[in-house]
């Protein structure tokens, strides 16, 4: 009986284990560490309650297809990794006990989601300029570096800025 970690053999027996080099058992403890925080989670998901069958057409649809958080227009003609790509953003975190369901979901821009997530609740003025910043600062092409904004990034970050583009907001 090779000695490997029990939660490696739910894909792989033990016999295969003890064939693989030092580097490819490494490896295969990354694959099998990676599914067993997926089981985790959604493990919390079913625990957390119920779950509804949803697209992100039909949040869009419901919100209006405007972000909850920045509370500007949504477009679905982005893609990601646009930071103004449609996007479903659980309210209450899945892990924290949040459910999957049409009530704990709201449209936002993945930006906004991500920011939120990293940065915390913040008023929708402060979301705005953080993602026109974001457009502002232009595309990636690496990890610290960005190409300079284009025209339609320009645009986009002028219209979320703007305030009578918004009425009400
Ligand atoms: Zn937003």
Redesign the pocket.
């Known amino acids: 009986m090779a000695s490997g970690p029990p939660w490696v053999f739910d894909v792989l027996d033990p016999e295969t284990w003890a064939g693989l080099s030092g580097e490819e058992q490494r490896l295969e403890r990354r694959r099998a560490i990676g599914r067993r925080q997926d089981r985790r989670r959604r493990q919390r998901m079913r625990e957390a309650g119920p779950r509804d069958r949803y697209t992100l057409e039909d949040v869009g649809d419901r919100d209006g297809w405007e ?1 909850a ?4 227009p ?1 477009s679905r003609e982005f893609r990601a990794p646009h930071p103004c790509t449609p996007s479903v953003h659980h309210v209450v975190e899945v892990c924290q006990g949040g459910s999957d369901t049409l009530d704990n979901v709201a449209l ?2 993945l ?2 989601n991500m920011d939120s997530h990293t940065w915390g609740e913040k008023s929708p003025a402060e ?2 300029r953080r ?1 026109a910043g974001r457009l502002l600062r232009g595309k990636r092409v690496g990890p610290r570096r960005h190409e300079a904004p284009d025209e339609e990034a320009l645009a986009l970050a002028a219209s979320i800025l703007s305030p009578g583009a918004r009425p009400g907001a």
Do not use: G, P
């Not at 958080?69 to 500007?72: D, G, K, N």
């Open positions: 972000c958080i920045c509370l500007s949504v936002t821009h930006f906004c979301a705005r993602l």
